[in-house]
């Protein structure tokens, strides 16, 4: 079956350590997103890549980074200067930017005390 | 800068009845994409219905479709015959043609179906 995988489901970390999410698809998709979802708020984009080695901020980028060293895998790291890193992070992916159609992995949950 | 409101943070309705929910958004743009997506308990966003602006016929998918009003700036999704399946939260979202990485989303509506 085609789709995105994100695990783990739930992560939890001590406040000041770096954690990574992963993420990973199968559907040959060339741009990838992140996005943080908060109780109350629609989803934010947090960095987007339209293509191996290639990526963007998007609109809340401080306090996480990541990487695309492969077509199937965005990961994302959030570090220790991100201040509330407590939410659902849900990844997608779409055939190109420029297309519209998103898909979206099941979400991570992190929890950072 | 583009933006989505959601008026109705949580509505209800009863198995196989018909519930709609509204959305507004601001833009000075012609020509954009209008999506519903779905988010049931397990948490994964599901696609449900896009419209185009350019296009004035409303869209359809099965029990789902779409009151779309471009002039009032408004796009309300209709759900008939309502199934315990479709409890869920639903976001609207907007984005404009080709940055996919600028898709605004409305802040949500709790959908919850009764037996």
């Known amino acids: 079956d085609g789709g995105i995988t994100q695990s783990p489901k739930y992560l939890f970390r001590k406040e000041g350590q770096n954690v990574t999410l992963s993420c990973e698809q199968n559907?040959?998709?060339?741009?990838m997103y992140w996005y943080r979802q908060d109780p109350g708020q629609g989803l934010r984009l947090i960095y987007y890549?339209?293509?191996?080695?290639?990526?963007q901020k998007g609109d809340i980028a401080e306090g996480y980074s990541v990487s695309r060293e492969k077509k199937e895998s965005f990961p994302l790291t959030v570090t220790s200067a991100q201040k509330n890193p407590t939410a659902f992070y849900l990844c997608?992916?779409?055939?190109?930017?420029?297309?519209?159609?998103?898909?979206f992995g099941p979400g991570t949950r992190l929890t950072v005390t | 800068a583009q933006t989505v409101t959601q008026s109705q943070p949580e509505m209800s309705v009863q198995e196989a009845e018909t519930v709609t929910l509204s959305c507004t958004y601001d833009?000075?743009?012609?020509?954009?994409?209008l999506f519903w997506y779905k988010q049931p308990p397990s948490r994964q966003m599901i696609l449900v219905i896009r419209?185009?602006?350019?296009?004035?016929q409303n869209a359809t998918e099965n029990r789902f479709s779409v009151n779309f009003q471009k002039a009032a700036k408004s796009f309300s999704l209709k759900i008939s015959d309502s199934q315990l399946g479709d409890t869920a939260m639903y976001f609207c979202?907007?984005?404009?043609?080709?940055?996919?990485?600028?898709?605004?989303f409305g802040a949500g509506t709790r959908l919850t179906v009764k037996p």
């Open positions: 979202a907007f984005m404009k043609p080709l940055t996919p990485n600028d898709m605004r």
């Open positions: 559907l040959n998709h060339d741009a």
């Open positions: 997608a992916s779409s055939i190109a930017l420029s297309h519209y159609e998103q898909y």
């Open positions: 419209q185009e602006a350019y296009k004035q």
């Open positions: 890549s339209q293509i191996v080695n290639d990526f």
């Open positions: 833009t000075s743009e012609n020509n954009y994409y």
